[in-house]
C-alpha cells in the first residue's frame, strides 16, 4: 500500500495554455480518490502525470517517498484503466491478461496459474480465448480491470472507465471496483465526470475546474461544505439553488427574502460585507406548502420521479428547485409558499468563495 | 420488359464485352504458348485445331536462363516487399505518433515525392547508380525502392487511427517503444500491411524500367526484362515468349485469386478500419 502525494503540479502546453495549475493533494495509502469535474477541467491529465504517460512542467510527484518525476509509466508500478479499454485487439483474453507479464519474462506456469486465478475472480474464465471484438463493453472493461489487476501494482489509476458502458452496467461496475478495491486495498485514483460516480465510490473527493483544485476532502464534507460556487453547483441533483443577496442594516435581503445575520450559523460575521453575495440552498432543504412560507413563488414545471417530484418555480427572474414528496399535490401555476431552514444555507461572497 | 431490366441487360452487354477485351490478351498468350511455331499458322481456325503441346513451357522451365530470371524477380520483389513493410511502417509510425520540429514540412515533402513521376528521376538516379557502381547488382533493383512515400503514407494514415490509449496500456504494462511498434502496432496494421504487401510485390514483379536500366548482364535481369529478349533481332519466337509470359504472370494471377478481398480493400485503404 502506498500513499500519493502531488505538490503544485503544473502542466502547461506551448502555447502557454495551463492545463494543471498548481495541484495539490495526498492519498493516504488504501485510499480511493476521485477526480471528478467537468470536461476538459484537467483532471485526465492530472491521471497521466501521474502515470508518467504526460510530462510535469513543474511540481513534484511521489509515491510513498520515492520522487517518481523522472520514472518512465512502467518503472512506477501501476495498473491502470482506460475509458475505452485499451485491449490489444490481435491478443486474446488470455493473452491480453499474461502480456504485462510476460515482459517481465514471468515462467509460463505463473503466468497460466495467475490468470486463471485473475479471470476467476473478475468472472472472465469462459471468455479467456476470445478476441476483445468478440465481448461485449462490460466483458471488455472486465478485461480492461484484470489486466491491470494481474502484475499487482502499488497505485491503480482510473480514467473514465464506466463512461462507455450503459447505465445499468456502470452500476455493477462500480460495485464490483469497490469489492476489488476493498480486497486488494491498494491506493487508487479514479478519474469521472459523473458526481454520481465521485459520490459513490471515492473515500476522498477532488473536485477539479479549469485546470485547479476546487476542494479535496470527504464527499461528505463537500457536500455539506462546498468552498466555492463551483464545487456547490457541480455536486448535487438537481443542483443547488443560488439566490442573490445583499447585506443591508445587518440582514441578507433581496426583493422576496430578508435574513437576519443573527440567523445564519456564521463563525465571523466581520469577514461579510457589501453586496452581491449569493445563498445557497439545495432543493432537498427546502419545503412547498400550500399557505405558508418564507416567500411565495409560482410553479413552472414539476419533474415526477416516482417516489419524489422536483417542483421548478420562479419567483423574480430566479429559479428555485424544491425536492417535494407528495406528488399529485401541486400543478403548474400554482402559487405555493417556500419554508427553509435558515441554518441549512450556504452563503458565499462576491468573488464566490464561502463564508459561513 | 420494364425500363429497369432493359438497363440491367444492356449494362450486362457492356460489361461481358469490356470483360472479353480484358481477357483476350491473356487467352492470346495462353493459347500461342501452348502451339508449336504459332506463327505458322494464317487463320485463327487453323490455329484452334492444330495439335497442342506443352513443349514451349518445358523449353522454358529447363533453360537456366529462365530460371534465373525467375529467381532474381523472387528476390528482388520479395526483399522490396519486406523492406517497405518494415522500414515504412517505422517511418509511419514517427510520423503518426512523435512530435519534433519541422515533422509537417518533412511529412509534406514526402507526400509531394508521390506527385513526381518515376521517369522523371530516371537519369539522375542512374547516375547515383553508376557513382555507386551498382549497375548490374541486386543492390540498385532493391535498395532504392525499399522506402516508399506511397507505403509511408498509407501507414500513417492507419497508424494515426489506432487509439493512442493502446499504447499507453503497453506502456504501463512494461513495454518498450520497439517492442510496442513491432507487437502491438504492426499486428493491429496487419490488414493494410496486406495489402501493401500485395501492391508492392506485384509492382515489383512487374517492374520493367528500371531494372532494365540498371542491368546489362543476363544474371541480375529480371523476368520481365529477360523475356524481352526473347524478342530476338530477326525473328520472334511466339511461342517461347508466351510460355515465359504465361509462367511469370502465374504467381499474379494466384496472388489475385487468393488475395482478392484485401486488394479489393486497398481500393478503398484509409477508410477502412472497423
Redesign the interface.
Known sequence: MTKIELKNIVKEYQEGVRAVDNFSIKADAGDFVVLVGPSGCGKSTVL?MI?G?EDITSGEIYFGEQLVNNL???Q?N???V???Y?????LSVFENLA??LK??KTNKKDIESRVKQISSITGLGELLHRKP?QLSGGQRQRV?LA?ALI?QPAIFLFDEPLSNLDAKLRIQMRSDILDLHKTAGTTSVYVTHDQTEAMTMGTKIAVVDKGKLQQYGKPDEIYSKPQNLFVAGFLGSPQMNFIPLDLAEGELKNSFLSIPLSDLSLNQNAGISGSNLTGGIRPEHLNADVDSGIFRAEISRIEYLGHEQYIHCKINNTGICVRDNSPGKYTPGDNIGINFDFKNMHLFDNTSLRIN | MDFKRIKQILLHIILIIVAVGMLFPLFWMILLSIKEFPERYRTFAEMIFSPYTIGNYLDTLSSDIFGTYFLNSVIVATLVTAGNIVFCIMVAYVFARKDFPGKDAIFVSVLAVLIIPPHVVMIPLYRMMVNFGWINSYFSLVIPWMVTPFAIFLLRQFISTIPVDIEDAARIDGAGQWYILFRIIMPICKPILTVLGIYTFLGNWNSFLFPYLFTNDDFYRTLPVGLTFYLGKQSIDWGHLMAGAGISALPIIVIFIFFQKQIIQGLTAGALKE
Open positions: 497521466r502515470a504517460l518512465e509509466p512502467q512506477r501501476i495498473g491502470m482506460f475509458q475505452n485499451a485491449l490489444y485487439p490481435h502480456f504485462p515482459i517481465i471484438k480492461a489486466r502484475r
